[in-house]
């Protein structure tokens, strides 16, 4: 299936778990706005009684973490441009917060996709959805072909009734993920598929289940989920419904984007490659999953991200600090960490 070779592409970290808006990017291949230096010089409160053009820089501006992931993804071909909400965190709130500090024009929002059925990123959805409605509504006195479209909704055919993690002694249940019942009534279209599928004019690709074929990456350790027909938690290690988004930005090759790479971040991109027809893999972003790995696991996944030539390395979520420390110390420069509040230009 063709994908359609983009000029450009930006990110928006509308989630993600840690926060730092005073260091700056060390890659010279990527773009990075959103910390206190943009937030003051940009920021809307005017303080004449403090000098002339004095600016006030609020607290109130900074962007909150949450344990989750949401990427407002925009891809962009000549004089159009498509935005796909990648995920969106793990409660209303959080992503409801962060959206207006950010100020998003939540109108260019055509699809939302979710990585994965597991509430860190599928909590804030409801919200969203009706955030992103309301303001398409709004936009409708000067109307764009994305404000004018239903939002769709891409979502993996199998909703399991909870999802959690084996404890010592007992299940461990993370809370429901919204149904697609539910996402119908708050005003969405949805559209669900387990194969690899285009969409938004082929700008972006849509993954169907992901190949394992790496010997270190096994999935969710302990992972479960409840059967409510059966009344039964069965094992769920595999999260085999996670699906990555890619994009072939021109002249530099596949960047993608994976929720939290239960399948693994080298199986996911080299899926990708596969997917891409050649294309070479150019980034990598969005929750890698080892922040709990044993070293071994973080030292090949980062030898093999070095075999695939990886340019940008966006690790968030819950990669955790060890496999930034190795990507910086064995790919030095590479390194993105991934903020929330954070843009993203490619």
Known sequence: MPLTEIDSLSIVAIIDNELDPISPCQNSLVTQTGGIRELGVFSPHDAPDRGEGAKEFRMSSICCGAHGLSLMITATKGDKSHTLLFDT???????????????CDLSTIELVHLSHWHRDHSGGMLRAIQMINEAKTASKAAPSPSSASPLVVDLHP??????????PEAAVSF???????????????????DQAHT???????ISGEIPRVTPYELGLRRGIRFVSEKKAWESDELIADERLVMVNLKGKGIVVF????????????KHA?????????????????????????????????????????IPGHCSGWRVKQEIERKMPGVL??????????L
């Not at 965190?89 to 100020?103: F, M």
């Not at 199998?158 to 404890?167: E, I």
């Not at 969409?199 to 690709?205: M, R, Y």
């Not at 890698?288 to 093999?304: F, K, N, W």
């Open 199 to 205: 969409v938004l004019d082929d700008f972006f690709q």
């Open 158 to 167: 199998a909703r399991p009734d909870y999802r959690g993690f084996m404890g």
């Open 89 to 103: 965190g793990p409660e209303e709130s959080a992503w409801e917060r962060n959206a207006k500090r950010l100020r």
């Open 258 to 269: 994976t929720g939290c790479s239960h399948a693994g971040a080298i199986n996911a991109s």
């Open 175 to 193: 809370e429901a993920d919204p149904t697609f019942t539910e996402i119908e009534d708050i005003g969405a279209k949805v559209s669900k598929s």
């Open 336 to 345: 993105v960490p991934g903020f929330v509040g954070c843009k993203y230009v």
């Open 273 to 313: 490659v596969a997917l891409g027809n050649g294309a070479p893999l150019y980034a990598v972003v969005g929750g890698y999953h080892l922040a709990d790995a044993e070293p071994a696991q973080i030292q090949a996944t980062v030898d093999a991200f070095a075999a695939l030539d990886a340019k940008i390395l």
